[in-house]
Each structure stands twice: as C-alpha cells, then as structure tokens.
C-alpha cells in the first residue's frame, strides 16, 4: 500500500504556481520524499526528491515540513504542458526491496488557461 | 527523452499467446525496473535487476519472467497470456546505490493488448 495520501485533483491558472500536497505521517527516518508525474499515458516523469531539507531544481521546488510528516510540490510558474498526474512517494534509496517504488493514486493536476 | 528505450511499442497477441518486451536502460545505469499500469490497478512494481542479479520482487505472476543479460539490457517475458493482462509496461533504469545515485528514470512504456 502507498504510504502518501494526496488530493485526487486540483487545478491552477496557467502562469500561477501550483503547490501539491502531500500527507506522508508514517514516513522513517532514512525515507526520502520522492515526486514523479505522468502526463497523459507517457511513462513517469522523476521531478524532484529529498529528505529533510528544502529543494529546488529546475522544474519544481520541494518544501518538506520540519517534522517530515507532509510536504508540498511547487511548480513556480505554471503552464498547461504541466497538466499531469503527480505521484508522492516516500522510499529508502538504493536497491533493496525496501526501494522499490510504491505509486498511489496520485493527483490530477489540470492547468487551465 | 529519458534515454531508456523500449521495444515494442504496440503489441497485440491473443490469450495463451507468449510475448517478450525489451528494456534497454541509460547508459552506465545497473538497475533495471518493471512496472504495470493497468486501468484498474494503477502503476505496480513487478520486478528488479541489479547488475544482472534478482533484487527485488513486486506483484509479478508466475506466469511473468524476467532476467538482464550482461549488456545491462532486460527482457520482460509473459506467458499464457489472459485478457486482464492487457496493460502498459513500463521499465525504469538508474544508476544503483544510494541516494543520489537511484532516482529511475522511464521508458515510454510497451503497450500490451490481449485479444
């Protein structure tokens, strides 16, 4: 079972930032906070993942609350090319069994004109 | 492009048919992932190779094989195949190990309809 909860859908104005929470309060203390998105039936897309500390690159930012228990994704500037499904997910990295990913149902993101 | 690639990109069979789907992953990644994304039950995790070696198990049927050839490419092998496996295929690669260095990276998926 996925260990994320997410919002079935959202929608943003074209140009506005979106910002996609995500409940994870069962996360461990070596699992990462990964994010990918699937735009139409394209494989998943990686977007962004870290541990305890803010990150930014260049599709998104990623804002992890101090306590790790939820986080939210920010697409700064948003445009209908990010007009997806986002997945939340939470994994210790490497290659054990214990990193396989595990997809939820994820988030509708519509971005409309 | 994420520089996986995967051959076929279509492919239609009929039940008890046999089918091989490919995965080439990105150069100098280990990992090799698969992944099913059927309508009713989202994207699974199936299996995972590790330079050549079995690493992790998913919800992958018996009837499903997999294996990686010393060239790093995978090939996803179904048999008997039945109507509900009609579904994408996806495989991801990375690098292999810790963090900052196993982040996959997908395919464009293999399209399997079972008629």
């Known amino acids: 079972d996925a260990k994320t909860t997410q919002p079935p859908s959202m929608d943003c104005a074209e140009g506005r930032a979106a910002n996609l929470p995500c409940n994870h309060s069962t996360i461990s203390g070596n699992e990462y906070v990964y994010w990918y998105r699937q735009i139409h039936s394209q494989g998943p897309q990686y977007i962004i993942h870290g541990l305890k500390n803010n990150e930014t690159n260049e599709m998104a930012s990623l804002i992890i609350t101090e306590d790790r228990k939820s986080s939210t994704l920010i697409l700064p500037h948003a445009t209908l090319r990010d007009t997806a499904v986002y997945y939340c997910i939470v994994r210790v990295p490497g290659y054990s069994s214990a990193s396989k990913i595990i997809f939820g149902s994820g988030t509708r993101l519509s971005i409309r004109p | 492009d994420s520089g996986v690639t995967q051959t076929p990109k279509h492919l239609i069979t009929a039940t008890g048919q046999r089918v091989t789907l490919r995965c080439s992953p990105r150069s100098g990644d280990l990992s090799v992932y698969w992944y099913q994304q059927s309508l009713d039950q989202g994207l699974q995790f199936l299996i995972q190779y590790y330079n050549g070696e079995e690493r992790a198990k998913g919800n992958i049927l018996e009837r499903f094989s997999a294996q990686q050839f010393p060239d790093l490419h995978s090939e996803l092998n179904l048999s008997s195949l039945e109507l509900g496996d009609s579904a994408l295929y996806f495989c991801?690669?990375?690098?292999?190990?810790?963090?900052?260095?196993?982040?996959?990276?997908f395919g464009p998926g293999t399209r399997l309809t079972v008629l």
């Open positions: 991801a690669s990375s690098v292999g190990g810790g963090p900052g260095t196993d982040t996959q990276y």
